[in-house]
């Protein structure tokens, strides 16, 4: 089945420091998403693309989908102690079962205030 | 306000026992999923369902079972044929035009 690849698994920042993660596919998705997962919570949606290229931003959050479609990368400026949590890319691919997402392991991000 | 509850937040098992864990949403979603989660595994599908009285096994099935006799209700049965339950199982929906899930809080199970 589809894979994802998300790295870094885990990130120690500094208060303020922008953050990098990223993910990568062996096949095509037709759709990316971010999600931000806080301690003992369900996962919650930060942004979506739709289209290769496509780069959107809410607040301090910017995402891009890859122009390969088999890659997107999430991005967060000047961090702040709330942005603790683990972040999951999900893709949607193409073909039979492409309502389903595929999910990375996540990025556990911490910041040092 | 529209959302999706699962129930309870905290379960602790005795091994051998069965136990079931609650999910209901009021979003008029068509499908719903429940992923188990552990540190470092990311999110692993146990089932889901597309509509009314029909669900699909996910990639880690076995020792659990689900129904969907209503749009709103997707509970799972942790059965006590599961090696290895204690978890955290997160439950999610899906209306049919959108590709985002909604998720609940979390159920985290323990076996004791």
């Known amino acids: 089945g589809q894979q994802l690849n998300q790295s870094p698994q885990s990130m120690f920042i500094q208060e303020g420091e922008d953050v990098s993660m990223n993910c990568t596919s062996s096949?095509?998705?037709?759709?990316w998403l971010w999600y931000k997962q806080e301690p003992g919570e369900g996962p919650v949606l930060l942004i979506a693309?739709?289209?290769?290229?496509e780069l959107t931003s809410n607040g301090r959050l910017t995402a891009q989908f890859g122009i390969t479609r088999k890659d997107s990368f999430l991005n967060i400026s000047a961090s702040i102690p709330s942005d603790v949590g683990i972040y999951f890319c999900a893709g949607r691919g193409s073909g039979a079962g492409s309502y389903q997402l595929t999910f990375g392991k996540g990025t556990k991000l911490s910041v040092i205030p | 306000d529209g959302g999706i509850t699962q129930s309870p937040k905290y379960l602790f098992r005795k091994e051998g026992q069965n136990v079931t864990l609650s999910c209901e949403q009021n979003?008029?979603?068509?499908?719903m999923y429940w992923y188990r989660q552990d540190p470092g595994q990311g999110l692993r599908l146990i089932y889901y369902s597309q509509i009314v009285n029909d669900f699909q096994k996910g990639d880690i099935a076995e020792g659990y079972s689900v129904s969907r006799e209503k749009k709103e209700s997707f509970p799972l049965t942790v059965t006590s044929a599961q090696k290895n339950p204690t978890a955290f199982y997160l439950c999610?929906?899906?209306?049919?035009?959108?590709?985002?899930?909604?998720f609940g809080s979390g159920t985290r199970l323990t076996v004791v």
């Open positions: 979003l008029n979603h068509d499908a």
């Open positions: 096949s095509i998705f037709n759709t």
């Open positions: 999610a929906s899906r209306i049919d035009s959108s590709y985002g899930y909604t």
């Open positions: 693309l739709y289209k290769a290229g």
